[in-house]
């Protein structure tokens, strides 16, 4: 299978698998960002995909990201619709509770987890501030083959078992 990507801004870090054997490939930031706790932030790639006919590509949090910060994926999973051709953004949300008190420290955390301790360079910040700097891995990303369905509108559906059984109802009782 192909996936064709092309640049929007120049010197950039190409998506790739990190091993031989990983089920998606790394996606970097083209721009860095401050991500306040609390907030949302877009971050663009600087890629535009043309996934073959017939594909879709999946966006992902890293692990790895999510094991060490409070970043996380606003919206959980991206799409990227086969006939998309803008620039892929990330949307990141620090999941980090707003300080009750606004304690500035020149500090901030990195992707990887890092408190970086008096960096002056982006000022005083909010505790738990996190820096996204263009070139870090913020994404993984996947294809999938796209089936379409046959939506059929009915005035009935069958019984089951399970019924109207929402949020936990599968659970061992």
Known sequence: MEIKFKYTKGGLKAPRYATEDSSCFDIYAAESAVIRPSESVSIGTGLIFEPEKGYGIMLYPRSGISSKTMLRFANSVGVIDNDYRGEVRILLENAMPKPMMN????????VDGKVID????YGYLPEGTIVVKRGDRIAQAMPIKIEKAELVQTKTVSETKRGK?????????
């Open 103 to 110: 304690n500035l420290v020149p500090a901030y955390i990195t």
């Open 118 to 121: 008096n960096d002056f360079n």
């Open 165 to 173: 059984g929402g949020f936990g109802s599968t659970g061992v009782k």
